[in-house]
Every structure is written in C-alpha cells, then in structure tokens.
C-alpha cells in the first residue's frame, strides 16, 4: 500500500487502472507560495518539479510514518532544450488560459512530471519524466471554441490541456510518455514498487 500526497483525478485513475493498492492524502501544501520561494532559488523547471513532488511527499510522510508515500508535481517551460525558459503556471482564470494558449501556440514546451516516494521523512526515490509538445499553430476561435468545451476540467492543468481529452487536438507532436503528461511517470513508479514487494514482479 502507498499513499498519494495528492487529490489529482488523473493520477488516481492512473494509480487504479494499474492495480496499484493505494489510499490519498492531501499535503496541505500553499503551492504558489512554495514555487515563489523554490524559484527565488533560482530553480529550472525540472528541478522546480522535483522540488515540489518531494515536499508534499514529506508533509504526508509526517502524518503516516511507516507509509511510503508518493508525491507528484509538474511543471512547464517553453522552449526548445531550455529548462530555463518561460515557465507556465496553472491558469488563474479563463482569460489568463487564453493568454497561455496564444502563448504555447505554434511552439515547442517541455512539461516535467516528477515522483518521489518518502519513508518515515526521508526520500527512497525519485524520478522525473520530460516531454517535449509541439503545439500547432492555434486560431482564436479554436481557442474560445476549446475552452468552451473543456474550461471546467481543464482549469487544473497546467498548460491548458488534457491530453487524454480534447486538448490532444492541440498538438502537432509529443514526444514521451503519455501518462507523464497526465501527471505521473508511472511506468518507473511501477518498477520501484515490483523491487519493493508492493506489486507482484
């Protein structure tokens, strides 16, 4: 049994669809305020992304000791091979998803899905999974017509998108993992749990 320092739909679906024995707890973590701090550090994305999964895992970690629990992050950056470009945030509101959207639009990003597992306070390990999206060109009216569809479920994702829903009609390219964009490496996690006993090898 893990347990999930997250409310995520998605990664509990993942988690579920792979007979994953877990339970979920929710970090309590001021989000924002973390990655002001983490990147007044000067953090890159991927290390932003690490950063914040390993945090939530060890605010649960406290509340569970004994438990191996799992916390997830990620984060965005624009730009070809630089994980120090622009970095993206969740949308604020509806207006703000239209500015990412004109923003991502007919460019290439790199979304960093990061995992780390912590026991009794301490990390075991970690992994961080990058992907690189080419965005097509994108119309304003797909983008209010996209929004209208989706703004409801999509408003928690970062970049705007559900890959697994209509916000694959965004995208010209992807190279990587499908379940990284939905919010975790899951194929690496899986192998962590064979070696550790939790899932039959």
Same mark, same amino acid.
């Given at each position: 049994?893990?347990?999930?320092?997250? &409310?995520? !739909?998605?990664?509990?679906?993942?988690?579920?669809?792979?007979?994953? %024995?877990?339970?979920?707890?929710?970090?309590?973590?001021?989000?924002?305020? #973390?990655?002001?701090?983490?990147?007044?550090?000067?953090?890159?994305?991927?290390?932003?992304?690490?950063?914040?999964?390993?945090?939530? #895992?060890?605010? =649960?970690?406290? $509340?569970? %000791?004994?438990?191996?629990?799992?916390?997830?992050? &990620?984060? @965005?950056?624009?730009?070809?091979?630089?994980? $120090?470009?622009?970095?993206?945030?969740? !949308?604020?509101?509806?207006?703000? #998803?239209?500015?990412? @959207? &004109?923003?991502?639009?007919?460019?290439?990003?790199?979304?960093?899905?990061? !995992?780390?597992?912590? @026991?009794?306070?301490? %990390?075991?390990?970690?992994?961080? *999974?990058?992907?690189?999206?080419?965005?097509?060109?994108?119309?304003?009216?797909?983008?209010?017509? +996209?929004?209208? #569809?989706?703004?409801?479920?999509?408003?928690? /994702? =970062?970049? /705007? +998108?559900?890959?697994?829903?209509?916000? !694959?009609?965004?995208?010209?390219?992807? *190279?990587?993992?499908?379940?990284?964009?939905?919010?975790?490496?899951?194929?690496?996690?899986?192998?962590?749990?064979?070696?550790?006993?939790?899932?039959?090898?």
């Amino acid at each position: 049994m893990i347990v999930l320092a997250s &409310q995520s !739909a998605s990664r509990k679906a993942m988690l579920i669809a792979a007979l994953v %024995p877990f339970e979920t707890l929710s970090p309590g973590v001021d989000e924002e305020a #973390a990655k002001d701090a983490l990147r007044a550090d000067g953090l890159d994305a991927r290390a932003l992304a690490d950063a914040l999964a390993e945090l939530k #895992a060890l605010k =649960v970690s406290r $509340r569970v %000791p004994g438990a191996l629990v799992l916390g997830c992050d &990620q984060t @965005l950056s624009i730009g070809d091979g630089d994980d $120090r470009g622009v970095m993206i945030d969740k !949308a604020v509101d509806r207006a703000d #998803a239209t500015r990412i @959207l &004109q923003l991502l639009s007919g460019r290439v990003h790199h979304l960093h899905s990061a !995992a780390v597992i912590v @026991l009794n306070g301490e %990390p075991i390990w970690r992994h961080v *999974e990058r992907v690189r999206m080419t965005v097509r060109p994108l119309s304003d009216a797909f983008i209010a017509s +996209y929004l209208d #569809a989706d703004w409801d479920a999509l408003r928690w /994702c =970062v970049g /705007c +998108y559900r890959i697994e829903g209509p916000g !694959a009609q965004l995208f010209s390219k992807v *190279e990587g993992s499908q379940f990284a964009i939905q919010g975790l490496p899951l194929l690496p996690l899986l192998d962590f749990l064979r070696v550790r006993g939790v899932l039959a090898a």
